[in-house]
């Protein structure tokens, strides 16, 4: 049976080595990551300036989609606009509360007003899905 000390030595090994094969790793899939994120940022580059939010493959289909959130940068401005809109009572409990979201959802989609101290932010990202052939009889495009 080891004793402690070569259970301790072992432990220090073992981590030792998983470092250096995480290290490893890492290495190996750096430029695969590199790549993939250069192809990302042309896919994103060709739908923008083709205008288009999707394009359809015979292998799969890339979307491109847009995402607003709201982000309240002023609370205590939010605060006082909520309470001059008489809001106050269903969204304020001395601070913003959870029901906030869901205004929150109308105000970053542009069908509720945008109040003091909320700003807009938006996030991009694509989505490629495999497709089945079997089941995918819609019109393929390719370039």
């Known amino acids: 049976m080891p004793t402690l000390e070569q259970k301790a030595k072992r432990l220090l090994e073992l981590r030792g080595e998983i470092k250096k094969q995480d290290?490893?790793?890492?290495?190996?899939?750096?430029?695969f990551k590199r790549e993939r994120d250069e192809l990302t940022v042309s896919i994103m580059d060709t739908l923008?300036?083709?205008?288009?939010?999707?394009?359809?493959?015979?292998f799969a289909t890339v979307t491109r989609a847009v995402r607003k959130?709201?982000?309240?940068?002023?609370?205590?401005?939010?605060?006082?606009?909520?309470?001059?809109?008489?809001?106050?009572?269903?969204?304020?409990?001395e601070r913003l509360n959870d029901r906030f979201v869901s205004l929150g959802?109308?105000?970053?989609?542009?069908?509720?007003?945008l109040p003091a101290g909320?700003?807009?932010?938006?996030?991009?990202?694509?989505?490629?899905?495999?497709?089945?052939?079997?089941?995918?009889?819609?019109?393929?495009?390719?370039?």
Do not use: C, N
């Open 48 to 58: 923008k300036r083709a205008k288009s939010f999707s394009q359809r493959f015979s």
């Open 69 to 93: 959130t709201m982000h309240v940068v002023d609370e205590p401005l939010v605060v006082s606009w909520l309470k001059g809109k008489g809001l106050a009572k269903e969204y304020v409990s």
């Open 118 to 143: 909320v700003e807009i932010s938006e996030t991009e990202f694509i989505s490629v899905r495999t497709s089945d052939p079997d089941k995918e009889k819609r019109k393929v495009v390719q370039d």
């Open 23 to 31: 290290d490893a790793y890492k290495a190996s899939v750096e430029p």
């Open 105 to 113: 959802k109308g105000i970053a989609d542009g069908s509720a007003p």
